[in-house]
């Protein structure tokens, strides 16, 4: 796909969720983001660009390019296993040019789905994989309560039962976990990382100033460096405000710049 974060490269990007700026009209969110100084837009299917317009999306992925933007994904609302129509969300991507579609895995907890549920959501993220693969879209997973991605033994199931070359999946710290328990999480499922969610709550859903969080991203960072380029993504920023939003992007990108001064220094095995 043209117009995406580039592959074969190493390192993490700097980008932004439009849903994070929901209220926002969308040539105002990319305002914001070169203001940032942030790299890339996953741009989202609810209120952005819905599902459906093709035309509206091409002119949303133009509009991204020419502000020297990338679009990293398509942030679509498609919950696997509840027979939504797939064809409308990957024609938007496309249209969009965005290189990757992100879903979510059902719409029940691991705890609560039988096989029958689980059966029918991994049959239909293959199905949906395949259709996106045909158009060189990657797949990639929401980590999300109250679906099949909410737990670690849940979701590295589901992603081998999948088993998709080009299907993957997000990471977020889940809400309320130890920092130790976030890195086991991304740790297990650096295989399939596609992107992150970045975001400082605490405690619990309290949206915080991101750098009341700059070590744990810290270590997330480092622990999420691998071949391939990977964004980094501000979501749901303390009182939606454009000022804490620029504060957030700011410490984003000094503890990206860390890191890959810090990865550049280390030898890298073929």
């Not at 609302?77 to 939504?84: K, N, W």
């Not at 622990?223 to 009182?239: I, Q, Y």
Request: include cysteine; aromatic fraction near 6%.
């Amino acid at each position: 796909m043209s117009g995406g974060v580039s592959e074969g490269a190493f390192g993490v990007k700097g980008g932004v969720a439009s849903v994070t700026f929901r209220k926002l009209a969308p040539h105002r969110v990319i305002d914001a983001t070169v203001r940032a100084g942030l790299e890339a837009i996953e741009w989202g299917g609810d209120v952005h660009v819905p599902p459906g317009n093709a035309a509206h999306a091409r002119d949303m992925g133009r509009a991204t390019r020419d502000a020297g933007l990338a679009v990293s994904s398509y942030g679509s609302y498609y919950v696997a296993g509840e027979g939504q129509e797939f064809a409308p969300v990957l024609d938007a991507a496309v249209a969009l040019g965005a290189p990757v579609i992100r879903i979510w895995a059902g719409r029940r907890p691991s705890a609560e789905s039988d096989a029958g549920y689980r059966s029918r959501v991994v049959c239909d993220v293959a199905a949906t994989a395949a259709l996106a693969h045909a158009e060189g879209v990657r797949i990639a997973l929401e980590l999300h309560g109250g679906t099949l991605t909410d737990e670690l033994g849940s979701a590295r199931n589901l992603l081998e039962e999948i088993a998709a070359p080009n299907a993957g999946t997000y990471w977020q710290p889940p809400v309320g976990a130890s920092v130790e328990d976030a890195l086991a999480l991304l740790g297990a499922l650096k295989p399939w990382l596609v992107h992150l969610h970045v975001f400082h709550w605490s405690p619990g859903t309290e949206r915080r100033p991101l750098v009341e969080g700059r070590e744990r991203w810290r270590r997330y960072l480092h622990a999420a460096a691998a071949p391939g380029v990977h964004v980094a993504m501000l979501e749901f920023v303390r009182d939606d405000s454009e000022d804490q939003f620029m504060q957030d992007a700011a410490v984003l990108k000094e503890l990206i710049r860390d890191e890959m001064e810090s990865g550049a220094r280390q030898p890298h095995l073929p």
